[in-house]
T-cell receptor, first 114, second 116 residues
Framework: AQKITQTQPGMFVQEKEAVTLDCTYD???????LFWYKQPSSGEMIFLIY??????QNATEGRYSLNFQKARKSANLVISASQLGDSAMYFC???????????FGEGTQLTVNP | NAGVMQNPRHLVRRRGQEARLRCSPM?????VYWYRQLPEEGLKFMVY????????ESGMPKERFSAEFPKEGPSILRIQQVVRGDSAAYFC??????????????FGQGTRLTVV
């Protein structure tokens, strides 16, 4: 069974600063993928970034980067140059084999202050 | 290229009625997943389907809930005799068959079910 732990229920950051959202995972499968999603107050789930367990480099997508430390089983999301529109709930998720479901953490509520 | 389409966006049902939630996957996607999000919680897996097949329903409640993904048409999540505890957001996700690790899992906008 796989598990995702997000230990920060809420985070605050000043506009234009960087912020790191923590995510640790547990899995017995040697092949897996890690996902981050953003859920704004409107409720939709927005895919942000993906990291495969065998990827040598950390994933990046614009202002989002994933700090993947396989030995520590952590997959932290880094948002650079925070914007007011980044205020939302952020979920980390793990998927194991092809075609498998995702297991989500409980989320971190990020608030960007002007 | 339309995304994952769910309808209705909002659904209100009285206790004891049936709720039908629809999900049309992205074009070219053959995998559909349903998740439920209770208030203030993360998403919980319910069921995984391919066309005409239920692959994994380990997250589905044993009674009142069913899902299908017919050869033609959208995937349907059906909840019979709804109770207040069924009030939640129900999300559908789709992904393509890649033969390897799925690197994409795109979600619809969700259906918010309220049972009164």
């Amino acid at each position: 069974a796989q598990k995702i732990t997000q230990t920060q229920p809420g985070m605050f950051v000043q506009e234009k600063e960087a912020v790191t959202l923590d995510c640790t995972y547990d899995t017995s499968d040697p092949s897996y993928g890690l996902f981050w999603y953003k859920q704004p107050s409107s409720g939709e789930m927005i895919f942000l970034i993906y990291q495969g367990s065998y990827d040598q480099q950390n994933a990046t997508e614009g202002r989002y980067s994933l700090n993947f430390q396989k030995a520590r089983k952590s997959a932290n999301l880094v948002i650079s140059a925070s914007q007011l529109g980044d205020s939302a709930m952020y979920f980390c998720a793990i998927g194991e084999t092809s075609g498998s479901r995702l297991t989500f953490g409980e989320g971190t509520q990020l608030t960007v202050n002007p | 290229n339309a995304g994952v389409m769910q309808n209705p966006r909002h659904l209100v049902r009285r206790r004891g009625q049936e709720a039908r939630l629809r999900c049309s996957p992205m074009k070219g996607h053959s995998h559909v997943y349903w998740y439920r999000q209770l208030p203030e919680e993360g998403l919980k897996f319910m069921v995984y389907l391919q066309k005409e097949n239920i692959i994994d329903e380990s997250g589905m409640p044993k009674e009142r809930f069913s899902a299908e993904f017919p050869k033609e048409g959208p995937s349907i999540l059906r909840i019979q005799q709804v109770v207040r505890g069924d009030s939640a957001a129900y999300f559908c996700a789709s992904s393509p068959w890649t033969g390897g690790m799925n690197t994409e899992a795109f979600f619809g906008q969700g259906t918010r079910l309220t049972v009164v």
